[in-house]
């Protein structure tokens, strides 16, 4: 009898989180409400993919992401948290723009030349 021994890939956090993230833009996946708990938590709204009219509500608690979905019940990352993750990066991206473009505006202090609200 000869046995037969299937490798598992193990993936590491990062391959399947962009896995995921794959899934989700195939799928269309994205944020569509975002808000918070009465504790202040951020929470997101992701659409469900085989349900209709019914939202998954991923909440940001202490830096980890928690989904309310199957996938995630039994402990598996899923394409809820990816959207949403991959929203917050985004959210990230732009601040970090922002915030760019504003420490190369001229600062009052270094503009010497003479102003008045009277002309």
């Given at each position: ?87 917050m990066e985004a959210e990230a991206s732009a601040t ?24």
């Open positions: 009898m000869t046995t037969k021994r299937t490798r598992q890939r193990t993936e590491t956090a990062q391959e399947y989180y962009e896995r995921m993230r794959e899934v989700a833009q195939r799928d269309g996946l994205i944020v569509v409400g975002t808000g918070h708990t009465k504790d202040g938590r951020r929470v997101y709204a992701v659409p469900s993919r085989t349900e209709k009219n019914r939202w998954h509500l991923v909440v940001v608690a202490h830096g980890a992401l928690e989904c309310d979905c199957t996938a995630a019940k039994f402990g598996r990352y899923c394409r809820h948290r990816a959207a949403v993750r991959d929203r970090r723009e922002q915030r760019a473009a504003l420490s190369n505006s001229p600062k009052p202090r270094d503009d010497t030349r003479v102003f008045s609200v009277f002309k």
